[in-house]
């Protein structure tokens, strides 16, 4: 039994620094004024850090097909539901 | 009972084949929580665009400091449990439970400095309410801010609670030695649910404590 998709120590490590280092980038960026590029920021930060985690910590990345299809339709879910929300509220 | 023979349950094929089953099990449940938490990320999304300058006003009265190192010590305890999965995998029992005590040490240390966030916030008396400590403006709206801080946080931390337990019974079980190499997926799937857990606070973060600081 091949259990080969597990990442090695090492990856986890590098994947923990560079969450860190995302982290300090978003502290740092919510003191400079831009606007709604803050926000924008802000996302682009947290779908990174949230993509490290699910490729590498939560080894989606070499893991079944049916999992990856199942991760993707919690998020696309979301998507709906926000999105949706939005068009209503942002056009009255 | 733990030979060869019992390392996966009779209506599977093999052991790899229970871990998948398992795995797929545990990603429907996660998928949920996605969609659970999803709805209180809609609530934030409408109640902002709504009122912006109410958000980065309740925003800045929340503790950045004690936020962020809660942040970095919910990481730190996703790259422990990934060691520990690591561990479990490669049949190390010691470490195994070492690195599943560490998680829960900071799991427990995020739960601490969660309270004491709460503390502060009490003390300024930024709850919502009659007493409310903000008499800036849009005060109505400020209190709007509050409490969504307090729901999502609070079912934050819930589900923080709910991961130590669940990694605390485990780590006890793995001291007894009853995962090996061919069967741990208890620890696979705790950990799966715990760095979900830290996904789902990396959202909450940005959110709720950086909507402006400049």
């Given at each position: 039994m091949t259990e080969s998709h597990l990442a090695s120590p090492r990856t986890y490590v590098i994947s923990w620094l560079l969450l860190l280092g995302l982290l300090a980038v978003s502290i740092a960026s919510a003191?400079?004024?831009?606007?709604?590029?803050?926000?924008?920021?802000n996302l682009a930060i947290s779908f990174t850090q949230a993509a490290i985690v699910l490729l590498f910590s939560m080894h989606l990345r070499a893991a079944h097909p049916t999992l990856h299809l199942v991760a993707v339709v919690g998020f696309f879910g979301i998507a709906i539901l926000i999105a949706l929300t939005l068009a209503d509220v942002l056009t009255r | 009972m733990a030979s060869a023979h019992s390392a996966f349950a009779h209506q599977f094929d093999d052991a790899r084949q229970q871990?998948?089953?398992?795995?797929?099990?545990?990603?429907?449940?996660?998928?949920t929580e996605i969609l659970f938490f999803g709805v209180l990320f809609a609530a934030y999304a409408v109640t902002r665009i709504n009122h912006p300058a109410a958000f980065a006003a309740g925003s800045r009265l929340t503790n950045l400091p004690l936020a962020s190192l809660n942040t970095a010590v919910l990481l730190t305890s996703s790259l422990t449990m990934a060691l520990g999965v690591h561990a479990a995998q490669a049949g190390a029992r010691r470490m195994t439970v070492n690195w599943l005590y560490a998680t829960v040490a900071l799991?427990?240390?995020?739960?601490?400095?969660?309270?004491?966030?709460?503390?502060?916030?009490?003390k300024e008396n930024l709850v919502p309410g009659a007493g409310f400590g903000y008499d800036g403006p849009g005060r109505d709206q400020v209190q709007l801010y509050f409490y969504l801080y307090y729901l999502i946080t609070m079912v934050h931390a819930i589900h923080v609670l709910i991961g130590v337990i669940a990694i605390a019974v485990i780590a006890r079980i793995a001291s007894r030695g009853r995962y090996s190499a061919e069967y741990f997926t208890p620890v696979d799937v705790t950990g799966l649910y715990w760095h979900l857990v830290d996904i789902?606070?990396?959202?909450?973060?940005?959110?709720?404590?950086?909507?402006s600081r400049s």
């Open positions: 003191f400079v004024p831009l606007g709604a590029m803050n926000v924008a920021i | 871990r998948e089953a398992s795995q797929l099990g545990i990603w429907l449940f996660l998928a799991g427990l240390a995020f739960l601490a400095i969660k309270g004491i966030e709460y503390g502060i916030d009490f789902i606070w990396l959202f909450v973060y940005p959110s709720l404590y950086l909507v």
